[in-house]
């Protein structure tokens, strides 16, 4: 009866990471392409396809305090990545920008304030723009922090899901799902694992 217990709350975090995962298409256009956001790395405004670059565009939906971003005793956070990261997409010829759509904590710790100071303390090199309502996210289905998206030349969605499996105490090994994606990408070829489901805090959208 135990082993039932704890195998049920097992089954609904699977089935749910399946079912945001499938949520975001595959092969959908970039959404709000020109809409205008505010940039907290160096306080100008970017439209995406501003960012963009021929071999497409990655954005990666984070936050200033999710504990999957800035990490904790158990999780080294993926936050430490962006800027490798950015950097490689860069040698690839992809854009990159990180986005906050936590509309519901503008007042604490993801006010553009904030967004501003902790760009400054991590180093940030890439862009990070406020999506001040979640329009961003929802219009794209995003769900997590971190949360990837990697559109390519023509902005048609090709990867979207996890920057790698570190998430995994089980895992043989660790596979950087988007770096693979964006290499592949970069030399036109297919991407093997286009999809993997998100991991990390919910965006914490407006009631």
């Known amino acids: ?3 039932a217990l704890l195998f049920f709350p097992l089954l609904l975090l699977i089935l749910n990471s399946s079912l945001l995962c499938s949520q975001a298409k595959l092969k959908t256009h970039l959404p709000l392409e020109n809409k205008v956001f505010s940039n907290a790395t160096s306080l100008d405004s970017w439209t995406l ?3 963009k670059k021929p071999n497409g565009l990655i954005i990666i939906f984070s936050a200033n305090s999710c504990p999957f971003v800035v990490g904790s005793e ?3 956070g993926w936050e430490v990545q962006y800027n490798a990261l950015f950097l490689e997409a860069q040698k690839l010829n992809i854009g990159f920008a990180v986005i906050n759509s936590n509309a ?3 007042d604490g710790d993801d006010s ?3 967004m501003i100071e902790h760009a400054k303390e991590k180093g940030y090199l890439m862009p990070y723009l406020l999506d001040e309502n979640s329009e961003l996210a929802n219009s794209c289905a995003a769900k997590t922090t971190p949360h990837v998206f990697l559109y390519n030349g023509e902005l048609s969605l090709i990867y979207t899901g996890s920057i790698d499996n570190i998430w995994d105490k089980e895992r043989k090994s660790t596979i950087p799902y988007l770096k693979i994606a964006m290499e592949a990408n970069a030399n036109n070829k297919k991407i093997k694992t286009s999809q993997t489901p998100p991991k990390g ?3 914490k959208r407006n009631k």
């Open 49 to 51: 396809v501003q960012l």
């Open 1 to 3: 009866m135990k082993k």
């Open 74 to 76: 158990n999780f080294p």
């Open 104 to 106: 519901g904590k503008r």
């Open 201 to 203: 805090c919910s965006i």
């Open 112 to 114: 553009f304030t904030q």
